[in-house]
């Protein structure tokens, strides 16, 4: 279910030390979703925001992903599992008319 090697592989290279199991234990507690990026297939994680998900009512629900200069829209359940994931092709900014 969690590919512990990418906690693992993370905290090493954030700490550059091996994590203790309180660091592992803490980091998959707080609701880290993990995934190769499929644009640039590094390991990426981002955190299920789970205020928003409070109110809604039907899944699965899009959360967009910024990763440096590209823009993923992952899907989670009513499990808060990741459902589906898309490459969006750009990330624009609307803007209102003044
Ligand atoms: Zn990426």
Redesign the pocket.
Known sequence: MWPLENVFSTIVETHNSLPTYTQVILLMAEGLKWMQ??????S?YWEVPKDSLKDVKRFPVPVVVK??D?Y?VCYLDSHFQLADTEIAIAGVEGKEKK
Do not use: A, F, G, T
Not at 37 to 42: H, L, N, S
């Open positions: 990026c499929p644009v640039c297939k590094e990426i990763h440096k590209h993923l």
